[in-house]
């Protein structure tokens, strides 16, 4: 079966005055519904597919194959920013299990989150595959 289920990324720390924004298909960009200095946050929908043994992530903030499914969080250039930066910091899906898919499929009030640090070991924007994401069901 397929179902829509809440997505919501946590930036803490961002750099600041350097734009982050997450990807949409190749060029899109989605805003963050709130920011501040502490934190961004972004919240959307993904499509999951569960009718196979692991969830197969689709839909337009999905990207990479099948089994490496992640969502991109671009910075600076790549956020459409005129900037030394141009950074993506890719966001792993592959950690989220079924039994956190049915529990915000099942409850309206509860979101799949994750979160981590804004600002890379270098100083810049966080970049590449961001380690030790942690998926959470908790309420929106």
Same mark, same amino acid.
């Given at each position: 079966?397929?179902?829509?289920?809440?997505?919501?990324?946590?930036?803490?720390?961002?750099?600041?005055?350097?734009?982050?924004?997450?990807?949409?298909?190749?060029?899109?960009? $989605?805003?963050?519904?709130?920011?501040?200095?502490? *934190?961004? #946050?972004?919240?959307?929908?993904?499509? %999951?597919?569960? /009718? &196979?043994?692991?969830?197969?992530?689709?839909?337009?903030?999905?990207?990479?194959?099948?089994?490496?499914?992640?969502?991109?969080?671009?910075?600076?250039?790549?956020?459409?920013?005129?900037?030394?930066?141009?950074?993506?910091?890719?966001?792993? $899906?592959?950690?989220?299990?079924?039994?956190?898919? *049915?529990? #915000?499929?099942?409850?309206?009030?509860? %979101?799949?989150? /994750? &979160?981590?640090?804004?600002?890379?070991?270098?100083?810049?924007?966080?970049?590449?595959?961001?380690?030790?994401?942690?998926?959470?069901?908790?309420?929106?």
């Amino acid at each position: 079966m397929k179902f829509q289920i809440p997505i919501r990324i946590k930036v803490l720390d961002p750099l600041p005055n350097v734009a982050m924004l997450v990807q949409r298909g190749k060029d899109e960009l $989605l805003p963050p519904n709130s920011k501040s200095a502490e *934190q961004l #946050v972004f919240d959307f929908e993904l499509t %999951v597919d569960t /009718t &196979e043994t692991r969830p197969n992530f689709l839909g337009k903030y999905a990207q990479g194959p099948k089994v490496e499914r992640f969502v991109y969080v671009n910075s600076g250039t790549y956020a459409d920013q005129h900037s030394i930066w141009g950074r993506r910091a890719k966001i792993s $899906l592959m950690t989220i299990t079924g039994d956190q898919i *049915q529990a #915000v499929v099942t409850n309206d009030s509860a %979101v799949l989150q /994750t &979160e981590f640090n804004g600002v890379g070991r270098d100083g810049g924007p966080m970049c590449a595959s961001v380690k030790g994401i942690e998926w959470k069901v908790v309420k929106k």
